[in-house]
């Protein structure tokens, strides 16, 4: 850093966050540059490579897909991936959006289709019984029998009022269900919503003011939540507190980081 640098100089980023970074400011930003610093070792470079891909028979090119026409509109996509979650045989399933499939690996690699139906699945969680929980964006929770490919609907609305469109899901270790309800929300209509649908069918909205709540994760200890803002760029740390999911419950941490989606967590 350069010793001509005036001794009052604040860091960008702390301007920023107090409103204070103005044209004076900038100007002295760009003329004594700060050097990139970190207080951790150098990440490990790993060398991802492409262990299996969709086959050319399973791709849908050209196939009428109304989920394209909303959001991809002439990208000619043939099949567009979200949500994995693996089984306990070592299976992993994954959704297919815009063609409304799940899409089973087996260990070795090899696709097939395990369900299609008509809808939007855009995440999924495996329960401790086998079956197969989907968040469908246009008609709610639904439930694939992985045995019989059957898909059935599981919760297709909050009491009178139907979802904005949900998004991702996930288990409590006690068997509770957790998931987000995002539709179109961001920052300029943050109603999107965080649900519980306890064990004994109890429904219980925890957060209805986020900003595009996408992939949602527990911790180890099923003592803290983390829910991924999308369209606000940032993540959620909700940690339990005596009244777990009430609104006197729930403490928010955001960090401003880029486009949060899926996640998983590491116990």
Known sequence: MSANLPTHFLYPSALSACGLLHRNVRHICNAYPLPSMSFFEPPQLIQAEVFAAV??????????????????????????LEGPAFDRDGNLYVVDIPYGRILQMSPEGELDVAAQYDGWPNGLAIHRDGRIFIADYRLGIMV????????????????????????????????????????QTGVQDPTGRVYRYTRDGRLECLISNGPSPNGLVLDPDDKVLFVAMTRSNCMWHCPRQKRWGSREGWRVRAASWNSWARWACDG
């Open 144 to 183: 694939l029998d992985p045995k019989s490919g059957r898909v059935e609907p599981f919760l297709t609305h909050a009491f009178s009022e139907s979802f904005k469109g949900v998004n991702d899901l996930t288990f409590g270790k006690n068997g509770d269900l957790y998931f987000t309800d995002q539709g």
């Open 55 to 80: 086959p050319k028979k399973l791709r849908k090119k050209g196939d009428p897909s109304t989920w394209i026409d909303a959001n991809h509109l002439g990208s000619g996509l043939d099949c567009f």
